[in-house]
């Protein structure tokens, strides 16, 4: 395991009373003994597939890379169609491994296509995107676990009838490859039909925890990222959270604080990733966490309203917007800090003559992203405020692997500790049902009746 | 005004036991007076000369638009150098009115060189920019309100070190204008050294309210926005807020509602627009709430601790994210729907051949967006959580505008509710005092021991 885990400032000796105490951890072995057995006792068993993801072979992995570079040698824009647990993945990885401004760098520069991962159906969005695409020399991965999510499939619906008519039905064909769950569903009925290559989600994989899968593995082969590192990472990773230890499983001992800390009123999980590279892992961490927590019954069916509200934060950025209320506001927030150790790049500041600034020149930029992070957890710390720090040595594939495993991990044993479902997500159906109503689908007649008969009183209205 | 607010659902006739009672809003009468007559009676003194941005004259806007033409003619790049409140306006504003790919246009078509806002010091992302930017050609607006923020030093440093380089001493200088404290601080003391345009902050506009000012309008000028139309719609919400009938001033009726719910348990507030353009404007709201109300003591001193954490989110794509654990999480929560009744572009989905997502067919995107809105609503309501919904008929400068001054106004009158001072920000101090000391800078000798007093237990590490 390369990356590291710092939890000294969750514990009473660093923060006081509002930390946690040695003897909690200590007093609740028989709860950290069910919570890793119920996680690993089930590996690889019903929804827990996702634990089996990294596992495969790299004979299957020399496949998927070079049907991605089949892909990437043509392709001038790549686009991944999918939503929530289909985009995040893809998302936060590309976000990591890739130049900041992938898509602005010259071609030979880049070496792979544009990529533009749609995970919204804002018309202005689609309309914006194809300002910038040639569909003609653009190639779509369209993924939906379900292969029923209505916003992948009017995207999909969308993008295949402007290839088919860009590029005649058979060629159009070859612009579009479908990952869903095997043999089931309707994107797979539809791709069986049309002949799209597909590539199949295991069905005890969820959304949330399927960037290992062939959801983010085919992006990531099209991309040419180094999908055998990011696998070691994620093996190593899966090592360390089979630890029975608690105070040697990084993911069992975070969720247990985690837990904690929830339980005595800190509802609020911020996490703060001190790299632009690493802004968007922090919305992954956002998903898991919030779908896979927030739960209104246990197992045993008993009411309990559950989870943290993630909310996601960039240093030093919003050290200048956030800051502030995590030091002086209530002591209702885990602040989860994710710091590099080294950069992907050394920028000096110089000591040029304008009279300025003294006190930065002859330093890096590494050297004082590094200082307002050390800073910062000095403050909250300072000021009572329970923090951990994941500390990377590096961003890469290896360490990205790692970082995404631990958050499948942690979550799973938090589930576990708070005895809930992880893997549901039983408070989406209502939103989703009252929108086949209002768009017209067959069999909502009745839930039509309902919309129609929220009544909006004037009064609570200003306009 | 053309947003509208619906509060329907902050109230028990529609949530029940978790809304707020009318007799609640009404029996408050005294504290409505009260912030309204603090925020309004104070307009335009002190900390509050914000309230002032929008009514600079037409020929004052000519002549910032002049200014930002003569830098549109010549840049490929510009640059804004800067970090929250001098950071998250520019962002937010381009985010909403420019093309959502704006830097991946063809130059013919945007209209406007790239546009870059660089709000942190990760030493990747400085390498990165200056990747994609050809330096001599680019131009850097340097903001900082106090003229000393660290990060924006060092960033125009490496810059302008760059820029002479480059370009020689005297033409480097004509690639650097700054926006600051009129009169006061180092970068307005370097600037004037050296020879820089300056575009002045009022001494009373507080960062995080200064998008109005030349901290904001400089920018615009420069990318070509409607300037004019941005500040008439100030202008109309500044009146809508100054009526101090509270049923009819959105700012103090929602400043309210909020602050009830705070007091009751609701310490999370969630921004969700349903446009991609406006997804950095949670940000806008995020730094501007999370700053102001989050505040140790209130203004007679006593330790209150408050603050409502704002979380941002994006519809229809957080709803594969967030939406679970807001219907069934803690009713701890305040969710702030962000509508468009126009969209910019309307996208069909076809009535194609391929034999999927029947339901679909013959609608556009813009009737499912709105549908997904409108069904979360719902379905919130419906599980009894706190929400409302700003609506604008579609998203412009004129709009824009007007959510802007609504969010200052808010902010403002809850400050005032509260009765803390909104516009201070001491949080942050020990943070930067600690950065200082760790870059070495003279007179921070003591706060270093300090920094090295700190004993790290290896026992509560991991790796």
Redesign the interface.
Known sequence: ?K??????N??D??IGAHGIKKSEIDGAMTAHQSAFTEVIANSGKGWQEWTETPMISDATVDELCAFGKSIRDKATSFVVLG???S??GPICVFNALL???H???PKE?RKAP?IYVE???????????L??IDIKTSYFNVITKSGET??T??Q???L??ML?KALGETAAKEHIFVTTTDGKG??Y??AK??GFKIFGIPSGVG?RFSVLSNVGLVPFAVMGLDIKSMLAGARAMRK?CENKDV????AL?TAFLQVKSMQAGK??SVMMP????LRTMA?FY??IW??S????VDKAGKTV???Q????S?G??D???????????????VVTFIGVEQ????????N?S????D???G???????T??R???E??L???GRSNFTILLPEVNAETVGELLMYFMYQTAFAGAYLNIDTFN????E?????????????GYEEKLKE?NS?V??D?????
Chains 1, 2 share one sequence.
């Not at 950069?343 to 110089?350: E, H, K, S």
Request: net charge negative; aromatic share 8%; proline share 4%.
């Open positions: 395991m990356l590291k885990f710092d939890y000294n969750m514990m000796c660093a939503i929530g647990g985009a995040l130049h900041l401004h898509n602005e760098l520069m544009k995970d919204n159906v804002d018309p202005e969005r689609m309309a914006s995107l300002d910038v209505s916003e499939l009017s999909f619906i969308i295949y009838n088919k309707s994107l009925n539809v039909k049309e959304g360390a105070y040697k499983n990084p001992m509802n609020i001190y790299a632009d590279g919305d956002c998903q919030a779908e927590l927030g739960k209104a309203n559950y989870g509200t993630p909310a996601k960039l030093v950025t050290q200048h917007s956030q800051v502030q209320l995590y030091t002086e506001g209530p002591y209702d927030k950069y992907g790049a050394t920028v000096d500041i110089p040029d304008a009279d300025v600034g006190f930065l020149k330093h890096t930029l590494n050297e004082l992203i200082a307002e050390k800073s910062t000095f403050a710390t300072k000021a997500q039983p408070g989406v209502e939103g989703k049902k009252a929108t086949f109503a209002m768009i017209g689908r067959k919309l929220a909006k009183k009064e609570y209205i200003i306009c």
